[in-house]
Every structure is written in structure tokens, then in C-alpha cells.
């Protein structure tokens, strides 16, 4: 059995890119979703209105993750075209490039430690950690992870999460998120103004709605789930870290599809340079990622992740409060 930086380096052979594949993926996505927003102003029935509404948020999911892709170096790298598009998708969808890739860099490499900044995650505190802290602290922790949160992850976690928050505590640094929101802002009050607040709503809300909810919950379920792992930084492993501390969520082909394969994180997490429709045919090529702690998107699944609060190291797993 492979395992440690035999395991890693086993995977390095599958790093390598199709650029066909990579833009045929990425164009055909990019195709399909200007096609459902054009629908969800110019179809003349309400009801292919609304389903090319819920199509776009849908494919906004998917070419998140071809742009989540692009920012780990694993696709269409040293190419103009492809540079101008994903910066142009990042500031569509209120997570420019700057913060972007910055907090989900930190995300990889703090992957299950404790005690660390909660940057580009979800916090994850002990139960006694937890006891000690002041009302407030509380209040905020569970905030942040509490459901609602992450069903409106379009405000919580995208528009004030990424953009303003990033862009208060460094404005020159993250000058695209400003750019971001004020565009997005403008781009309401114009589809508002020429076509109606029906028409924003199934241009920009409801899309935006389905894509940012369901991506934060993608991205809480995949490290909050109950057979997750969590370590002291002076026990932390990387490859321990991915395979114990990163889901493979179960999927039908229909929602692998409009995830980008994003549910086999635990081989994402062991090496983030291989391109997202290459992970099927690593999971089926190497026994060892084959174990994977898994979860899915059965309502059952969502709730029991959804319950987990806090890390109790005496139980060594995830609990709920009392």
C-alpha cells in the first residue's frame, strides 16, 4: 500500500493537463450558462424563464470549479484568453482572483489544524475552547457556521465575506473586490431599471442564490462532516490531513457533472494540480484513495453535518451542543 510522499508521488503522473479537454470544458460551460442567463431575460415563457434561472446558478457552480481549477495551476496556465476569462468570472462571481486564491491557498495548507485562522474556512474550535470563550465569541462562532449562513452564502459569504471584508483590511491589495461589488451593484440597478425587478431576480438572485449557497455548503460539508479528523499543528500531516480530514462526497453523474468532480476533495486535497476530470480516473486507478470518509447530499447526510459544532478530542470527532 502506498502511502505518505510515495502516495503523493504516485499521484504526480495524472497532473498532467489535455489543454483541448481543459478549454473544451471550460468554453462549453461558459457557452451554456451566457445561453440560460440570455434565457432568463429574452425567453417570452415564465416557466423557461425559471428553469434557465436555476440551470445558470447550477452552471455558475460548475465553472467555479473550473476556475477554482485555474487558480491551482491545473488548467489553462500561460494562456491570455484564459487569464482574461477567469478574472473576468472571479469578479462576476464577488471572489476575485487577489482574495480568491489567497484564502484558499491558506485553506490547503492549514487543512485540519486546530487552532488556526478560520481564512478561507469554516472555524473549528474544541469543546473546551469553546466553554472558555465570552458570550459573544460564542455567538459569532456559531453564526458563522450555523445554517442559514451558508443557505445565504451569497451575502454572508461572497459579497460581505470575500469582497468587503477584504476589501476593508486592505484596499490596494484587493482593489478587484471593490471592483467586484461596485460592478455587481451597477449591473443590478441596469437589469432593474430596463427590465424589471422579475428579471433581476432570475438574472441575478436566484442564480447567484443557488450557486453561492450551494458552493458554501459544498465547501462546509467536504471538512464538517462525522467521521472528519482534526489534529494539533505539531501532529499535522499532509497527507493524513487530506484523506482524514477531506470528504469524497457521493454523487449521481448529473450533479458530478455540475460540481466538476469538486466531491472527490480528499484526492483535490493530496494534490491540487490535477485537473478536475482526471479525479475519476485516479480514484479508480489507486486502491488507497478508494477508503475515502465519505458524505453525501441526501437530506439525512446534510443534517448530520450541518449538526457538527465543535471538535471534542476526547470522543476524537465532531459533536453537536447540548
Not at 206 to 220: E, K, N
Amino acid at each position: 500500500m502506498l502511502c505518505g510522499k510515495t502516495l503523493i508521488l504516485a499521484t504526480k503522473p495524472y497532473t498532467s493537463e489535455s489543454r483541448a479537454k481543459s478549454w473544451f470544458y471550460a468554453l462549453t460551460t461558459l457557452a451554456l450558462l451566457l445561453a440560460a442567463l440570455y434565457g432568463t431575460l429574452f425567453l417570452p415563457y415564465l416557466i423557461a424563464k425559471i428553469l434557465c434561472s436555476i440551470f445558470s446558478g447550477l452552471l455558475i457552480v460548475r465553472f467555479f470549479v473550473i476556475y477554482h481549477d485555474y487558480q491551482h495551476h491545473s488548467i489553462l496556465q500561460h494562456s491570455i484568453p484564459a487569464n482574461i476569462i477567469m478574472t473576468i468570472f472571479g469578479i462576476y462571481i464577488l471572489a476575485p482572483q487577489s482574495i480568491w486564491k489567497r484564502s484558499h491557498d491558506y485553506h490547503h495548507n492549514h487543512n485540519s489544524k486546530l487552532f488556526t485562522a478560520d481564512i478561507g474556512s469554516f472555524p473549528i474550535v474544541t469543546k473546551s475552547k469553546f466553554s472558555s470563550m465570552s458570550k459573544t465569541n460564542r455567538l459569532v462562532y456559531l453564526a458563522i457556521r450555523h445554517p442559514l449562513n451558508i443557505l445565504f452564502g451569497y451575502i454572508t459569504i461572497f459579497a460581505i465575506g470575500m469582497c468587503v471584508r477584504s476589501c476593508i483590511s486592505n484596499p490596494r491589495k484587493h482593489a478587484d473586490s471593490l471592483v467586484a461589488l461596485v460592478i455587481h451593484i451597477i449591473g443590478s440597478v441596469l437589469i432593474i431599471h430596463y427590465f424589471g425587478w422579475l428579471a433581476w431576480t432570475l438574472f441575478i438572485f436566484v442564480p447567484f442564490f443557488i450557486a453561492c449557497g450551494f458552493g458554501s455548503y459544498l465547501f462546509y460539508a467536504q471538512h464538517n462532516f462525522p467521521a472528519v479528523s482534526f489534529c494539533e499543528r505539531s501532529n499535522w500531516n499532509y497527507e493524513v490531513a487530506a484523506l482524514e480530514s477531506s470528504s469524497y462526497m457521493k454523487m449521481n453523474k448529473v450533479m458530478a457533472w455540475f460540481t466538476a468532480n469538486i466531491g472527490y476533495h480528499h484526492i483535490h486535497h493530496l494534490n491540487s494540480r490535477i485537473p478536475f476530470y482526471r479525479l475519476p480516473e485516479i480514484m479508480d486507478a489507486l486502491p488507497e484513495l478508494q477508503n475515502a470518509k465519505t458524505t453525501s447530499l441526501s437530506i439525512k447526510e446534510i443534517i448530520a453535518c450541518l449538526k457538527l459544532k465543535v471538535w471534542d478530542p476526547e470522543k476524537n470527532k465532531m459533536v453537536g451542543l447540548p
